[in-house]
């Protein structure tokens, strides 16, 4: 069984970093890419960035390129968000979620997948 826990967020000024961590247990091979994923108050889960396991290619949503980098460590089956550069538009609990058989985009483009982690408030605030 798939198992995600994220942690690394917190309160940060605008113009700040945090870095993000998801530690993973469970995968097998069936499981192609990992990603992050954010919702803000009244708003709908949107996919940030995602990572292929094999290749590390990566997606970014537009509202993030050039401020975030996702990486990954798979010796310690760990997925990393780098976020620099933070807005307030930023605000949101961020979650890490994959599914078995989806690549970068399929993954970054659906709301609804079958293993998420339970989630790390960022808040972007002065």
């Known amino acids: 069984q798939v198992q995600l826990v994220e942690s690394g967020g917190g309160l940060v000024q605008p113009g700040g970093s945090l870095r993000l961590s998801c530690k993973a247990s469970g995968f097998t091979s069936d499981y192609y890419a990992i990603g992050w994923f954010r919702q803000a108050p009244g708003k709908e889960r949107e996919g940030v960035s995602c990572?292929?396991?094999?290749?590390?290619?990566?997606y970014y949503a537009d509202s993030v390129k050039g401020r975030f980098t996702i990486s990954r460590d798979n010796a310690k089956n760990t997925v990393y968000l780098q976020m620099n550069s933070l807005k307030p538009e930023d605000t949101a609990v961020y979650y890490c979620?994959?599914?078995?058989?989806?690549?970068?985009?399929?993954?970054?483009?659906?709301?609804?997948?079958?293993?998420w982690g339970q989630g790390t408030q960022v808040t972007v605030s002065s």
């Open positions: 979620a994959t599914q078995r058989f989806r690549s970068i985009n399929s993954l970054c483009g659906s709301r609804y997948l079958t293993h």
């Open positions: 990572i292929s396991r094999s290749d590390g290619s990566t």
